[in-house]
């Protein structure tokens, strides 16, 4: 594992969840990651489904220069060139797709693959990949299904399998998560709702980020 891959996964391993921006209006997503990232939290992911995604992007990059950028919703190459472009520093896609992993992995940076059965967190520790977000996790279970994961995989013979959580997930179902094992836990709408971008309430999205303990930039 590179110097570069082991920071991003120390990063995710250190907060104890993964702020998701998905918004339909690129104002109320840049609205939104100027938000956590000014209060305190050091990353934040945002959708590549986001319009003008890539601008978004910059311009936090821009202001925000040493803040940990994920970037959601990989679903090509190209989508993966351009985001990184833009400033992206980590890549989450919803599928295990060997031929992007690969692509990524050659270029110097870290994917993160969406997987869901055992069969695919199989395939993602044969291709190396430094961590697996499971999505939908809710739908599957939720922490008992992401222990029955663990258990069989919970060391591969090359390194701890490390697992994202992503998907239904509320905010007091984070310390479950964490205390089961999870690499790091994803929060979307449960924390950067729709009615919170709608309104621009800093104060609610302030918060929910607060109850989550924040770890400092």
Known sequence: ??????????????????????????????????TILSSGWNLVELTWTIPQANEVIAQLRKEF????????????????????????NWFVTPMLDEGLVQAVHNNGGVVIPGVLTPTEVYRGCLLGVPAMKVFPISSMGGVSYLKSLLEPFGHTVQQPLQLMVCGGIGLEDVAAYK???????????????????????????????????????
């Open 179 to 217: 205390q089961a094992g999870a690499l790091s836990v994803g929060l979307g709408k449960a924390l950067v709702s729709n009615d919170i971008l709608n309104r621009r309430d800093g104060d609610l999205l302030r918060s929910r980020l607060s109850a989550l303990q924040p770890v400092a930039i």
């Open 65 to 88: 220069p040493k803040a940990s950028i994920g970037v959601g919703s990989i679903l090509s190459e190209a989508h993966y060139e351009a985001a990184q472009l833009a400033g992206g």
């Open 1 to 34: 594992m590179s110097e570069h891959t082991e920071e991003i996964i120390q990063t995710l391993s250190q907060v104890p969840a993964i702020p998701i921006v998905r918004s339909t209006s690129p104002e109320a997503a840049l609205w939104a990651a100027q």
